[in-house]
């Protein structure tokens, strides 16, 4: 993906460039807002990464005038400003994701991918693949090289994140938000026991196992 | 009718007019009196000194010219024209005078002049009524008239009475004491009608006073008291009271700004110090080196989470997002909490109950809610034995309240660290060797506070096996009201 950083904290941008760099994206760096929506309009980007508070034009505001011109490219907000109704402001204002400060580089990385898919031509979809592993989100049915899995609906919904991402690291932050639509962290390990029950249904009776644990960052499902 | 009677005494403007009034009523008092005084007591006195003077006249002519000369004398005097002076001078029982009905004493019925005078030879001065007959062409009326009077017994053989009639004094004197009573109840009622308009109006411009203190209080820095601009003690206190609150705002803005900058400037130093540490851990050969690093990586991030809570407590507290309430049915949010930790209970060998009696509406905020809650069970998986068991409520308790509550089996806590915990940063001895910031509790108190709910920590039902009290956590939310 091409990716712009739009950060006016030099060191923190370069860092993400460097870890975006080596897992294959392409990363332009902006330093501050007028940059920032200076080349945002003149390049076409597959995703923007954008802070906040930015010299010259805050992020909002550059958000704003991108939206205004028609440009949709995906973005994701980042902010030292975590609070929900920051979080509402931001993706009212055609935000596409927020990330709150401090976030570890996992937890970026695996956003900046989750909203980059977005664009997919194929954007409604009704059934989801990986691997051997197939989902009809009509019929709310999982089949696992052609055998039937049986799951709780709120399961299903766990395994329909990590398949919308298979292939990806989706962070624990990232399920909380999206599979139960929590914005806080809770201090157990509660989306773990939540996976490791969603594994012994998909993973227990095959050979090969499909969801994997990435060590300090979250979960996979194998492609 | 009482209550307002008694909110009535109370009231500061009330007291105050009230004490006004007695004053008033004082003042007049003592002005009347010493009016009532001038006019009438003294005259009295001068009537009684003359009387004294008249008599020890008489009593000389007595002595001196002899008892037909005296008698002379008092004819004379008793003929002179305007004389309101009354005699009874009786020598060898042969009576003389111008008295010519009976006196009539106010504590003696019957007029005996011997009698009267062997009584009250010492008293200088009596005071007595008779009847004057007055004629007005044939027609006759009878009045009462006061008179003052004094005896003297000169010899065996004479007794002599003078008298003079008070009734012109005595007759301005009753208009006084009239005047007296009624100024005095007219100052009283005056004062007690004046109290309960002052009080009246008093109140409701203190009343609105109370009104923004406690609106400022529940967190609305926004709101202003309306000034009369009569430029009265009120309305200076009004102006002052709006320009501090003007100061205060200005001041939290400020606060709040330097917050999220401290915010964003710590943060992201901090930030960086993570993905660094991350970076560095990712890169490294040595199994050793990385994983020291990744740990150092994962205490960064746990100091900037706790960062995160003191700041999202100190803006709960502020009261800044009570407007984002909503109306909502608490069933689902915890049906969602259950069904998040149920598999957690079970992992770690609890038994989770979830039970929910009857319908409920309350105003809260989803997510910081759903925040409180989740808190409170981790609290319960915490620090509840294997074996033991969970109860996650949602009940209407006698008031009409709605609760949610986390009863659990486990250690506790005792009574007199109850208050303490929910101070930030509080820990409990046996919870040192858990993991935790001793912020969970104080969380959950501003999430309460914002929602006007009481957070209340009581003793669990107890475990007859593992002896412990348990713990039971209840939020109960004020009674539903549609806004």
Redesign the interface.
Do not use: C, F, V
């Given at each position: 993906m091409r990716i712009l950083v739009v950060e006016d904290d030099e060191v923190a941008a370069e860092y993400v460039r460097k870890g975006l760099m080596e897992v294959g994206h392409v990363v332009d760096l902006a330093g501050d807002g007028e940059l920032g929506l200076e080349m945002a309009k003149s390049a076409d980007y597959d995703a923007l990464i954008l802070d906040r508070m930015l010299p010259k034009r805050d992020g909002l505001s550059l958000l704003t005038a991108l939206r205004e011109d028609g440009d949709t490219t995906p973005v994701l907000i980042l902010s030292a400003l975590g609070e929900v109704d920051h979080r509402v402001e931001g993706l009212r204002a055609g935000g596409d994701d927020y990330l709150a400060k401090p976030y570890s580089f996992t937890e970026l990385l695996a956003r900046v991918e989750a909203i980059g898919r977005r664009v997919d031509p194929s954007s409604v979809t009704t059934k989801l693949k990986a691997g051997d592993m197939e989902m009809d989100l009509l019929a709310r049915t999982v089949t696992r090289a052609g055998k039937k899995i049986l799951l709780q609906p709120r399961e299903f919904r766990l395994l329909e994140c990590l398949m919308r991402h298979a292939g990806k690291v989706v962070t624990r932050t990232m399920l909380l938000e999206k599979v139960w639509d929590y914005h806080f962290d809770p201090q157990t390990n509660v989306i773990d026991v939540h996976i490791s029950r969603l594994r012994a249904k998909i993973d227990k009776e095959f050979d090969v196992p499909m969801l994997h644990t990435v060590r300090g960052a979250g979960y996979r499902l194998q492609d | 009718m009482f209550a307002s009677v008694k909110r009535l005494f109370k009231s500061t403007a009330f007291r105050l007019s009230m004490i006004a009034a007695s004053l008033f009523a004082l003042s007049s008092l003592i002005m009347l009196g010493y009016i009532y005084y001038a006019t009438v007591i003294s005259a009295l006195n001068q009537v009684d000194r003359d009387l004294q003077d008249e008599l020890e006249e008489l009593v000389t002519v007595y002595h001196k010219l002899g008892p037909d000369e005296l008698n002379k004398i008092i004819i004379v005097r008793m003929l002179q024209p305007g004389s309101d002076m009354k005699y009874v001078y009786e020598y060898r029982g042969q009576p003389t005078g111008n008295l010519n009905t009976q006196p009539t004493f106010t504590d003696k019925k019957e007029w005996n002049l011997v009698k009267q005078i062997n009584e009250f030879r010492n008293t200088p001065s009596r005071k007595f009524t008779y009847q004057v007959d007055e004629f007005r062409g044939d027609e006759k009326t009878t009045t009462t008239h006061r008179a003052r009077g004094q005896f003297r017994q000169i010899s065996d053989e004479a007794k002599l009475f003078i008298a003079r009639d008070v009734e012109p004094i005595m007759a301005p004197a009753e208009r006084v004491r009239r005047a007296l009573f009624v100024s005095v109840a007219l100052a009283l009622s005056l004062g007690v009608l004046s109290g309960i308009i002052m009080s009246r109006r008093f109140s409701r411009r203190i009343g609105a006073f109370n009104r923004l203190a406690k609106d400022v209080r529940d967190g609305d820095l926004k709101k202003r008291i309306k000034r009369n601009n009569s430029g009265d003690e009120l309305d200076i206190l009004a102006e002052h009271l709006n320009s501090m609150l003007d100061h205060i705002d200005r001041l939290m803005q400020a606060m709040r700004y330097a917050g999220?900058s401290i915010?964003?400037d710590l943060?992201?130093p901090?930030?960086?110090l993570?993905?660094?540490l991350?970076?560095a851990?990712s890169e490294i050969e040595d199994e050793a080196a990385r994983d020291a690093l990744?740990s150092a990586?994962?205490d960064?991030?746990e100091l900037?989470?706790t960062f995160?809570s003191v700041l999202?407590i100190a803006?709960l507290e502020a009261g800044e997002?009570r407007e984002?309430l909503v109306e909502l049915d608490p069933k689902p949010l915890l049906d969602?909490i259950a069904?998040?930790?149920e598999?957690?209970c079970e992992?770690a060998g609890l038994d989770f109950a979830l039970e929910i009696v009857g319908k409920h509406k309350i105003r809260a905020d989803r997510?910081l809610l759903?925040?409180a809650v989740?808190?409170l069970v981790?609290n319960a998986?915490?620090y509840t034995p294997r074996g033991g068991a969970i109860t996650l409520r949602l009940r209407k308790i006698s008031s009409g309240r709605t609760e949610i509550s986390v009863t659990d089996t486990g250690l506790g806590i005792p009574l007199e660290d109850r208050q303490r915990v929910k101070e930030r940063f509080v820990r409990l001895e046996k919870s040192r060797t858990k993991?935790?910031s001793g912020l969970?509790l104080s969380l959950v108190e501003a999430i309460a506070d914002l929602h006007r709910a009481e957070f209340e920590l009581s003793d669990g039902p107890g475990d007859a096996k593992s002896e412990l009290p348990g713990l039971r956590a209840a939020l109960i939310f004020p009674k539903f009201q549609r806004s």
């Open positions: - | 999220d915010a964003h943060r992201s901090l930030t960086r993570r993905t660094r991350e970076n851990g990744l990586s994962q960064a991030g900037l989470r995160d999202r803006r997002r984002m969602d069904e998040l930790y598999p957690s992992d997510g759903s925040q989740s808190n981790e998986i915490k993991q935790g969970g």
